[in-house]
């Protein structure tokens, strides 16, 4: 089909919304092009607007619009179509940060009231995470993964998923007994258990893998935690290097006596609370052994 005859619809990076047209003319021009009678592409172009909230502004040029409603006319255009797949490509990179949030709610919003399918392009991770039902990891040409924001963030398939969505610790190890019920690593955190469900097990003798941990699973003490079974709680003495204010959280980073650099995240749970630790000062790492992950990739 050519395409303009294409069900489907793209909202671009840039907007690409006419700058010598209004609002409602941006909206229409495309129902225009496919000769829709003009009462029909209205009622169309009032229903597109008031989906995303610019009813009211059917006259303004793009020049009397901030950055979020340029945008909201872009998104306007694309349903007012009706097409059965709407293609958004970094439909958010050139808005602030506040503004980007408000309009991750907006998107998902109107696919939810419109019922089409959106299929996003994005380098945001949090972006992704906040907005799909389903997220596909892409990487030099390559589908990594695809898989539920959740399950994606949880149970990476591959060390370059698990480093690339959110922050991660990863650790080498070797895989040195595959038993019927569960696999045996050694690695620079002591010998760990892993199950093997789920997971694509190298064949033969050792192998190289890979165990990590995300930041926010790791308690930060200053004294040494209790003793526990060896199996089921890691503990490492370490060193603050640096930690980085974000507000709600911070993220420290400590260096193990073998000289390992690891982050954890330390929730600011009170207003007054100082900094998790000072940088040179010896505190301890948990957590459970359970919370590690096993990557065979």
Known sequence: MPPHRRPVNMV???YAVFPHMSVAQNVAY???????????????VAQALAMVRLDGLEARRPDQLSGGQLQRVALARAPAKRPKVLLLDEP???LDRKLREEMRLELVRLQHEVGITFVIVTHDQEEALSMADRIGVMD???????????ELYEAPSCRMVADFIGKMNLFCGRLVDAGVAALVVESDLGELRFGRAGLDVPAGGAAEVGVAVRPERIRLSHERPPMVAQDRTIALRCRGVQVAYLGDASLVYVETETGRRIT???PNERRTAGLAVAVGETCWLAWEAADCLLLTS
């Open 12 to 14: 671009f990076q840039s």
């Open 30 to 44: 495309g129902l225009k092009v496919r000769g829709v009678p003009r009462a029909e592409a209205t009622l169309r």
């Open 92 to 94: 958010l990179s050139a």
């Open 140 to 150: 030099q040409g390559r589908l990594l993964q695809v898989a539920s924001p959740q």
């Open 264 to 266: 954890c995240r330390r």
